[in-house]
């Protein structure tokens, strides 16, 4: 199978920063897109940013500017740095990536999901 191991949350004050990692291991035969989502209480979940290959990398209008999302293919890996955070962005952060597996289908897999808190 595939997991997804995602490291990087923590506490910050508004304005700090915030660096996340996620990696993919497992029987992987080819990883299309890599991305972040989001939930915070009482909110259903949503897209933060995400990289198909060879695409640009898109973003969600309240990460435009702030957040910038990379991968390292080599790795399996995605980032996403997060600077100038505000309280709104306190959530857990899900690493999610859209695989071909050993079924040789594509399937989405998801990060169990990182903690990010945004208070002074």
């Known amino acids: 199978q595939v997991q997804l191991v995602e490291s990087g949350g923590g506490l910050v004050q508004p304005g700090g920063s915030l660096r996340l990692s996620c990696a993919a291991s497992?029987?992987?035969?080819?990883?299309?897109?890599m991305g972040w989502y989001r939930q915070a209480p009482g909110k259903q979940r949503e897209l933060v940013a995400n990289i198909i290959t060879a695409s640009e990398p898109n973003y969600s209008d309240f990460a435009k500017g702030r957040f910038t999302i990379s991968r390292d293919n080599a790795k399996k890996t995605v980032y996403l740095q997060m600077n100038n955070l505000k309280t709104e962005d306190t959530a857990v952060y899900f690493c999610?990536?859209?695989?071909?597996?050993?079924?040789?289908?594509?399937?989405?897999?998801w990060g169990q999901g990182t903690q990010v808190t945004v208070s002074s």
């Open positions: 497992g029987s992987i035969k080819s990883v299309k897109s």
């Open positions: 999610n990536a859209n695989v071909l597996d050993s079924t040789w289908y594509w399937n989405d897999y």
